[in-house]
C-alpha cells in the first residue's frame, strides 16, 4: 500500500519561507516521478515543480520558478518542496504526487499515480 505523508506547512508571513516534505512507503521511491501540485480554494489543482529519479532535473510552474526549489533524498524515500520569497497568492493546499510513466506530461494530474493528503500553506499580506 502506497502513502504519502506531507508535512511542513502553515502560516507565514509574505516574504518568508516554508520547507514542505513528503515521506513516501510502500513502492521503491527512485522508480517514480515526484511533483508537488498545489490547490487554492474554488481553483482547480495545478502543478507547482517536478523532478525525476535521480534527482537530477527538475522544473517548475512559471509562478513558482526562481523561488522555490524541489529535492528529493532517495535514501530516505523523501522529496522536499523549499519555498522562498512567499506570496499571498501561494496560499493554497500543497500536494505531493507519484508518476510512474515516463510517456506522461509532469505537468498533468492525471498523469500521478499516487497522491499525498495534503499540507496547508497559508500566507498573509
Known amino acids: 500500500q502506497v502513502q504519502l505523508v506531507e508535512s511542513g506547512g502553515g502560516l507565514v508571513q509574505a516574504g518568508g519561507s516554508l520547507r514542505l516534505s513528503c515521506a513516501a512507503s510502500?513502492?521503491?521511491?527512485?522508480?517514480?516521478?515526484m511533483g508537488w501540485f498545489r490547490q487554492a480554494p474554488g481553483k482547480e489543482r495545478e502543478f507547482v515543480a517536478g523532478i525525476n529519479r535521480r534527482g537530477g532535473s527538475a522544473h517548475y510552474a512559471d509562478s513558482v520558478q526562481g523561488r522555490f526549489t524541489i529535492s528529493r533524498d532517495n535514501a530516505k524515500n523523501t522529496v522536499y518542496l523549499q519555498m522562498n520569497s512567499l506570496r499571498p497568492e501561494d496560499t493554497a493546499v500543497y500536494y505531493c504526487a507519484m508518476k510512474n510513466s515516463v510517456a506522461t506530461s509532469s505537468r498533468s494530474v492525471g498523469s500521478y499515480d499516487y497522491w499525498g493528503q495534503g499540507t496547508q500553506v497559508t500566507v498573509s499580506s
Open positions: 510502500g513502492r521503491t521511491f527512485n522508480n517514480y516521478f
